[in-house]
């Protein structure tokens, strides 16, 4: 395991976590220092008629993007549902574990981290991208137009957009991936965390800050697209890594009940059955989900693999 890695990744960690907890907090609580903490109704994040729901903060507009989503779970719970975007990762994991999450689009790394980190969470289901593919997306290493950087090992003593210290797509797997060629992600390259995939790929295809980056492939290749953040064959792809999808989940913590009514809802749900509800389907949302599959705790293992070969930080219970 690389040591630098683990001091790189530990300090970014602990510092992105100041004072972003009380983002995720509901109003009536104070932030959580890591302690147990309780809520209005049992079993509930906030109370027995609200659902609160915790998004990893990958998009330009959270609400474009899953809107659907929320508005078809309120519509089968008959709950309100909080939608509340973390200021990044390590926001989202720390909320999860103080159990200020009901239900939440993760993913993988994050939901790794934070059940590590004691959060009673279960999967619902992964999201498929694309009619008739297996669960999972990309991620993609991207230069600008016209770079001469053709492949990873050209990263070295290069300035490099990563997503977030908690991304699976914009900075484990990379990570793996540039330490197989040799190149050590905190030493042997400049780190720039952009926040977001649409922000790195953005970076990315200015070449201001970043001379290469790590993005999902539904932003390179569509919503950063079509959200005007760049022009088409602005971004050469040089690399890609499949990663395991995206998964729904829920707390453990909610009455039993409820767990059900929420796997029963959800676990194989289509985009046409959303959009049956009469629910309007954006292009944001239907740039990324086809439907949602069943998936165990174990689909989740080729994650914690690449924890082990990176030893990253945020792995660590």
Do not use: W
Request: hydrophobic fraction near 40%; charge should be negative; include cysteine.
């Amino acid at each position: 395991m690389n040591a630098s890695l683990r001091r790189g990744l530990a300090l970014v960690a602990g510092l992105s976590l100041v004072g972003t907890l009380a983002a995720c907090a509901p109003a009536s609580e104070p932030a959580a220092d890591g302690a147990e903490t309780t809520s209005s109704a049992e079993g509930f994040a906030k109370d027995e008629n609200t659902l609160v729901m915790g998004m990893v903060p990958d998009q330009q507009s959270v609400e474009s993007n899953f809107q659907p989503l929320v508005d078809y779970i309120a519509a089968k719970t008959g709950k309100q549902v909080e939608l509340v975007q973390s200021t990044d990762y390590a926001a989202l994991v720390e909320a999860s574990i103080a159990g200020r999450i009901d239900i939440g689009n993760f993913s993988g790394f994050t939901y790794v981290a934070a059940t590590n980190g004691g959060a009673k969470l279960t999967p619902i289901g992964v999201t498929v991208t694309s009619e008739g593919e297996e669960p999972g997306y990309e991620s993609l290493t991207v230069v600008p137009k016209g770079s001469d950087i053709t492949k990873l090992e050209d990263l070295k003593g290069k300035k490099v957009c990563f997503v977030d210290p908690g991304s699976t797509s914009g900075y484990l797997y990379p990570s793996a991936e540039l330490l197989a060629v040799g190149i050590d992600p905190e030493q042997d390259v400049t780190p720039v965390f952009a926040g977001g995939h649409d922000a790195s790929a953005q970076k990315t295809a200015q070449g201001v800050e970043c001379d290469a980056g790590f993005a999902e492939d539904a932003v390179v290749e569509t919503t950063g697209i079509a959200d005007g953040l760049f022009a088409e064959g602005d971004l050469t792809v040089i690399n890609r890594v499949t990663v395991p999808g995206a998964p729904l989940v829920m707390s453990t913590n909610l009455p039993a009940d409820v767990q059900a009514s929420l796997r029963d809802a959800l676990q194989s749900i289509t985009r046409e059955e959303i959009e049956a509800e009469g629910i309007e389907i954006t292009d944001a949302f239907a740039a990324f989900f086809t439907e949602l599959v069943p998936v165990e705790d174990d689909y989740y293992d080729s994650v914690r693999k690449v924890c082990e070969e990176t030893g990253a930080a945020q792995c660590q219970p």
